[in-house]
T-cell receptor, first 114, second 116 residues
Framework: AQSVSQHNHHVILSEAASLELGCNYSYGGTVNLFWYVQYPGQHLQLLLKYFSGDPLVKGIKGFEAEFIKSKFSFNLRKPSVQWSDTAEYFCAVKEGGGADGLTFGKGTHLIIQP | GAVVSQHPSRVICKSGTSVKIECRSLDFQATTMFWYRQFPKQSLMLMATSNEGSKATYEQGVEKDKFLINHASLTLSTLTVTSAHPEDSSFYIC????????????FGPGTRLLVL
């Protein structure tokens, strides 16, 4: 079975600071990796995904993530955060190639102070 | 595009009653939908995979007779919580798999269930 670890449960940053949220997964086969964001009072939105190819993936709103297979990691980054990035961020994984449900990490609550 | 809706957004019911939650993909067809449950301050847990025209696949520990899933069309899946009890109170979220979207799951806004 897969599992996903997000090491930072709460992160507080000032505007313009750089962001990196950690995500590690445990599964030895081919994986599809996702980052979702949940703004206050809203539903989950896809930030970015990795299926194959270039391990550096660019998503919406200036976010990017890098898949490092040897480290089983898929960390999310943004060079300069904004107040509007305050949200809950979830990393998720599924076995590659199938129509399977996602295994989610516990989430990271990000607060950006103006 | 790729919008998923859920109805109702909130429901309060008495213990012992049944509650039906609808999940619709509004602008795409989804042969596969998923139901998740989210406890307060915790992550989403996959409950079951809903397949159009066939039986749902339940995750270990999820009672299939308690959580009835029907996926009668390519745009609608329903979750019925039967004989609800207070411990069933939770946030239920569905997602729909978009084949055209490269296998991405799009999530609904969730349904808050409170069983008294």
């Amino acid at each position: 079975a897969q599992s996903v670890s997000q090491h930072n449960h709460h992160v507080i940053l000032s505007e313009a600071a750089s962001l990196e949220l950690g995500c590690n997964y445990s599964y030895g086969g081919t994986v599809n990796l996702f980052w979702y964001v949940q703004y206050p009072g809203q539903h989950l939105q896809l930030l970015l995904k990795y299926f194959s190819g270039d391990p550096l993936v660019k998503g919406i709103k200036g976010f990017e993530a890098e898949f490092i297979k040897s480290k089983f990691s898929f960390n999310l980054r943004k060079p300069s955060v904004q107040w509007s990035d305050t949200a809950e961020y979830f990393c998720a994984v599924k076995e590659g190639g199938g129509a399977d449900g996602l295994t989610f990490g516990k989430g990271t609550h990000l607060i950006i102070q103006p | 595009g790729a919008v998923v809706s859920q109805h109702p957004s909130r429901v309060i019911c008495k213990s012992g009653t049944s509650v039906k939650i609808e999940c619709r993909s509004l602008d795409f067809q989804a042969t596969t939908m998923f139901w998740y449950r989210q406890f307060p301050k915790q992550s989403l847990m996959l409950m079951a995979t809903s397949n159009e025209g066939s039986k749902a696949t339940y995750e270990q520990g999820v009672e299939k007779d308690k959580f009835l899933i029907n996926h009668a069309s390519l745009t609608l899946s329903t979750l019925t919580v039967t004989s609800a009890h207070p411990e069933d109170s939770s946030f239920y979220i569905c997602s729909a798999l978009s084949v055209a979207g490269g296998g991405t799951q799009y999530f609904g806004p969730g349904t808050r269930l409170l069983v008294l």
